[in-house]
T-cell receptor
């Protein structure tokens, strides 16, 4: 079975401070991992996917297979980064379903 | 916004009534998904479809049914709504050749 854990429900930082949103997963094969962001009462938007190794809005995430983690990082938080962040995993399953973590709410204070 | 719309966007209904939510896509993608979003649980898959008339259950399918008679439309039905089905429902489509999913705007359903 595949599982995604986001240990922090809420993360509060000041503007300009570094941010790290944690994501740990359990999966026996080679997973594909994603970060989605949801601004207040809006749809989920794809932030980044590990397979493309891209940086969006200054966020990066590195897949660490040894630690089974895919933490999201940004060196300098901005107020507009305040949102819900979801880590998701796609394993080798019928339907290519995504398994989501419980989400972390990021609050960036001025 | 990946050409996905959902209707209605908000609905309040009473326990025991049937409810149907609609997801419409303009991308002609094969795979479509229904999720529910609840605090602390993230998003959980209800049902998905891999083609017209082809559907399968997800993690939390009890009390829900789906239908897909056309590529562009994927319907989610609550046969007899209960208060535990109060949630925000999101539809998603999958980009062909990848595992990336794109989401609709959501439907906020309240069952009294």
């Amino acid at each position: 079975a595949q599982r995604v854990t986001q240990p922090e429900k809420l993360l509060s930082v000041f503007k300009g401070a570094p941010v790290e949103l944690k994501c740990n997963y359990s999966y026996s094969g080679s997973p594909e991992l994603f970060w989605y962001v949801q601004y207040s009462r809006q749809r989920l938007q794809l932030l980044l996917r590990h397979i493309s190794r891209e940086s969006i809005k200054g966020f990066t995430a590195d897949l660490n297979k040894g630690e089974t983690s895919f933490h999201l990082k940004k060196p300098f938080a901005q107020e507009e980064d305040s949102a819900m962040y979801y880590c998701a995993l796609s394993g080798n399953n019928a339907g290519n379903m995504l398994t989501f973590g419980g989400g972390t709410r990021l609050m960036v204070k001025p | 916004d990946a050409g996905i719309t959902q209707s209605p966007r908000h609905k309040v209904t009473e326990t025991g009534t049937p409810v149907t939510l609609r997801c419409h896509q303009t991308e002609n993608h094969r795979y479509m998904y229904w999720y529910r979003q609840d605090p602390g649980h993230g998003l959980r898959l209800i049902h998905y479809s891999y083609g017209v008339k082809d559907t399968d259950k997800g993690e939390v399918s009890d009390g829900y049914s789906v239908s897909r008679s056309k590529t562009e439309d994927f319907l989610l039905t609550l046969e007899s709504a209960t208060s535990s089905q109060t949630s925000v429902y999101f539809c998603a489509i999958r980009e062909p050749g990848t595992d990336t999913q794109y989401f609709g705007p959501g439907t906020r359903l309240t069952v009294l």
